[in-house]
């Protein structure tokens, strides 16, 4: 158990549909990353946070959208779903940016048909 | 732009031999490296780390390798046990950055 906790696990919804991904850090961390893999694909980082501000954004869609609360806990965004987004979505946590591993939750597995 | 680049999408290796796995990548400013394990719908799993004042780092059987001057850092694994069949995701940061860039992964069978 990584310490990171994200739900929901699965997600199944239809095209142009809105949904909203849970992402709770290890107790501690301050940076929340999410990243999405798709079929057979590598690790395609999405955006970070540190402490509630983003902090750097990668190959985001502006269909998504993140956030982090005060209490660190980070949401993503997604919508106007088309049949392209159906991936892992995996959130990550580290203490620090850089010089420092990052822990992954379990994923969140989203389908869109 | 693949700052991170895994060439070797599978290696299948018999059990009690040795498994070396190799990445290279582009950005002299990366200054962390990592390694995680990845289990089929399972999020990556943290393995072992190596920051660039060293060349090497040892936790059990797991091995980091790295050479700063040929931009390449490699895994190994030994002996190879059957439970180390999974994809392993080479990563790298660097301090005055604000991500993890992996590579897109190697899938390790260990063979009985």
């Known amino acids: 158990d990584s310490g990171v906790t994200q739900t929901p696990k699965h997600l199944i919804t239809a095209t142009g549909q809105r949904v909203t991904l849970r992402c709770s850090p290890r107790?501690?961390?301050?940076?929340v990353y999410w990243y999405q893999q798709s079929l057979d694909q590598g690790l395609q980082f999405l955006i970070q946070y540190y402490n509630g501000e983003e902090r750097a954004k990668g190959n985001i869609l502006e269909r998504f959208s993140a956030q982090q609360f005060p209490d660190l806990h980070s949401e993503l965004n997604l919508s106007s779903l088309e049949l392209g987004d159906s991936a892992l979505y995996f959130c990550a946590s580290s203490v620090q940016i850089g010089d420092t591993e990052a822990f992954f939750g379990q994923g969140t597995r989203l389908t869109v048909v | 732009d693949q700052q991170v680049k895994q060439n070797s999408p599978s290696l299948s290796v018999q059990e009690g031999r040795i498994s070396i796995l190799n990445c290279d990548y582009t950005n002299s400013m990366f200054d962390y490296f990592l390694w995680y394990k990845k289990y089929p719908a399972e999020g990556p799993t943290f393995l072992i780390s190596i920051s660039s004042i060293k060349d090497k780092n040892e936790d059990g059987r797991f091995t980091v390798f790295l050479n700063k001057s040929a931009k390449h850092l490699s895994l190994h694994i030994v002996p190879s046990q059957p439970g180390d069949s999974a994809v392993y995701f080479c990563a790298a940061s660097s301090n005055t950055g604000n991500q993890f860039y992996f590579g897109t992964g190697t899938s390790l069978t260990v063979i009985p």
């Open positions: 107790s501690g961390d301050l940076s």
